[in-house]
């Protein structure tokens, strides 16, 4: 079958697009700390999802489609006490362009929205080693939100009403905002940074003049793997630092554990994560977290206990959530980590890493 050569008109015309693209996402970034939040409690799951805080990491696995699905529930015991609920996958539409998807659910006493996320990353390569099959990749991504958020005045009373936002503002609206972010990569180390909420006011409800404009959230991460000597344990190390344009500011550190067993199909994970503020002279600390998983073949589940630190928290009670993933991979990943050691006949590769 003959096929028609592309036009170089169009060629040049696709250089031009996607220069014009990540130029306009690294103005974004570089100006993110000046300019007026996605929200947090779906930017803080980047130690499971890092595409939710950062869309270059849609389709980082390049060899699978990924189904993931999260449960929060606070404050056990408290009528009206938030919790979220969100679904996301992702899969790499080629070998350069990735996807990731995600809706979500939140519900905070008489507050609730929903949402739907759909982010585009694309990748550059800019070294290769083919004898050390290592690598330098850096990685652009965009992403659209749209919103529906409502307030429900149901048990509310005369004098409750005192607030002037709820009292002149809608019970309803609509918004859309979006994202911006890139990530270097270099064998097992990557690091990365990300702007969201990218437009100041997106939703309807809230565009009475007393209502403040949303700030903008500038995210920094490093992370790395490792596999401790001698013992068949992995530990990924991520640090990460989230600023606002209100000058609110939060560091976290995360230490992931991956044990692999003897059955290639079954493997055990764990995180330890600390949560800081930096808003004070000294910081003050917001909480810990413990999650416990399991990975049965293209299954992955886990459960997270956080417990918080500050007096608010103290007096409600902490939080749990769930973490349920599918994964449907073209290649060994289709079943858990292997064990290092023989396996038919062959040493396995004990290199490892989640991203």
Known sequence: ?????????????????LRGVLLFMFSALMTGISLQAQKHYITNLYVYDLYLMN???AGFYKNCFIANGYVQKQWFGTDDSPSTQILSAQTALSESLGSGTYIYNDKNGFFKEMGLQQSFSYEVMIAKNSRTKSFTKLMFGLSLNLE??????????????MDPVVMNGSDNGWGLNANTGMILLSRNFHMGVSVTNLFSQPNSMMESDLEPNVPKDLHLYMSSVFKWPGIDLYIEPL???????QANSRMDLNAKL???????????????????TMDKDAGIDLGSAVTV?????????GLEYQLGHTSAQSH???YYQ???GYRFCHDRFNGAIDCPGKKKGKRVNDKYTSY
């Not at 998983?293 to 589940?301: A, D, H, L, P, S």
């Open 316 to 318: 409600y009670g902490s």
């Open 148 to 161: 529906q958020s409502s307030l429900s005045y149901d048990g509310l009373t005369n004098d409750e009403l």
């Open 258 to 276: 991956t044990v692999p067993t003897m059955n290639s199909d079954l493997s055990f994970w764990g995180l330890l994560a600390y949560r800081r």
């Open 55 to 57: 869309p270059a990491a």
């Open 293 to 301: 998983g399991t990975i049965y073949k293209r299954i992955n589940f």
């Open 1 to 17: 079958m003959y096929l028609m050569p592309i036009p170089v008109e169009f060629n040049l015309i696709k250089t031009v697009v």
């Open 322 to 324: 769930l973490i349920l």
């Open 239 to 245: 640090l990460y630092y989230r600023r606002n344009s």
